[in-house]
């Protein structure tokens, strides 16, 4: 049987760290509330977007984040949120025991372009 696909990172605000996961959970709410971050196209990416990404990615870990919470994370975290859903999606669909090493410099020079 295949192994699931779940990749997950954390980004730190303000001394909390929040895990972020790309699952079939939150690709789901994504797609509901008309995200689709594997979209060619893409999507104008708003600060209330952003805030709506956080909690659905985050839902499996904090279930009990609210839409405040998620904006304040968007806000607070600024590019490092940015940084770390690019992370999540260059680690998604890889092997269980794969390494991800080197896909948040990736990230990173992606953001800054």
């Given amino acids: ?15 909390e760290t ?5 699952n079939f959970r939150s690709i789901s709410l994504l797609e509901e509330a008309g995200l689709d971050l594997f979209s060619p196209e893409g999507f104008d990416m708003t600060l209330a977007r952003s805030a709506v990404m956080c909690r659905c990615l985050a839902i499996t870990d904090h279930p ?7 904006l304040a994370i968007v806000a607070r975290a600024g590019q490092s949120f940015g940084v770390a859903v690019l992370d999540l999606i260059a680690r998604f669909g890889g092997k269980p025991d ?4 080197g896909n948040e410099e990736a990230a990173k020079e992606k953001i800054a372009a």
């Fill in 98 to 101: 794969e390494s991800a090493e």
């Fill in 1 to 15: 049987m295949v192994a699931p696909v779940d990749s997950k990172v954390e980004v730190e605000v303000d001394g």
């Fill in 64 to 70: 009990s984040m609210t839409d405040d919470e998620a």
């Fill in 18 to 22: 929040i895990t972020l996961r790309l």
